[in-house]
């Protein structure tokens, strides 16, 4: 969970007025700001939000609250969502209490790539063939294959996967239309490899595209562990797999 420190520090430094204002039209009008409810219909704006005092309310319905209950009733989204999603915005870093970001992190890495093996089709399978790599091959490096945006999306919702962690894993990336966050699968149409710590844990994921991608390889964005798109996959037994410039090829320890 999300340390309570965490939460007052944001909280401290959100501007009601600019948050709300990244979903709806807000005009200023005297000391206060005046919309449309986005939560009715209505043509006279009773939708105030009153920038010192940091909350908002509608007098047509009744809605009200602050920055972080806004968010969660425009977006539909939980309470810990809302406050990945603002900090976000407002590039500020949320700190997790020990207990439950890195198990997270593990479940959420776990079950992609479990699903990303899944996934694996007949042109991607006939992909991997060519290249020479066996079937045992393909088993003992856990390789897979991200479908089109439209299926991974799907299914990290099906599973109400948190959209937010999911880009601070770097499964997701993020666009910014007009103040409205659009979620998309990073990797997507790609033969996926899990990028292991030396621990054996899943850090991340590269993926090498099957379709029109204009990168061949990119890779979940983890700077402590890729470098200049290269990478290995430590697994058991000591070995090692390398992509590098396009080029695949086995290593073992000795």
């Known amino acids: ?108 890495l776990d079950f992609m790539n479990e699903y990303y093996q899944l996934q694996l089709n007949a042109e991607a399978k006939s992909y991997i063939q060519k290249r020479g790599i066996t079937e045992s091959i393909r088993n003992l490096f856990e390789i897979g294959y991200a479908p089109n945006n439209y299926e991974i999306m799907g299914y990290l919702q099906k599973h109400s996967i948190s959209l937010p962690e999911a880009l601070n894993l770097g499964i997701l990336g993020v666009d910014d239309e007009n103040g409205v966050k659009h979620y998309y699968a990073r990797l997507a149409q790609r033969i996926i490899f899990p990028i292991r710590s030396p621990q054996n844990k899943i850090v991340g994921f590269g993926g090498r595209t099957l379709g029109n991608h204009q990168a061949k390889y990119i890779n979940s964005p983890k700077p402590n562990f890729l470098i200049n798109h290269n990478f290995s996959m430590v697994i058991p037994k000591l070995k090692k797999i390398f992509i590098k410039k396009g080029r695949l090829s086995l290593q073992r320890d000795i």
């Open 1 to 108: 969970m999300i340390t309570q420190e965490s939460i007052e520090n944001l909280k401290n430094q959100l501007d009601i007025v600019e948050v709300i204002s990244h979903y709806i039209e807000v005009k200023k009008v005297g000391a206060t700001y005046k919309a449309c409810c986005p939560f009715h219909q209505e043509k006279t704006p009773s939708f105030v939000i009153n920038a010192n005092k940091g909350y908002y309310h509608c007098f047509g319905c009744g809605v009200g609250g602050d920055s972080i209950q806004f968010v969660m009733e425009y977006e539909k989204i939980s309470y810990k969502e809302s406050l990945e999603k603002l900090a976000q915005i407002y590039n500020i870093s949320l700190t997790y209490a020990q207990t439950y970001q890195p198990k997270e992190d593990n479940k959420i």
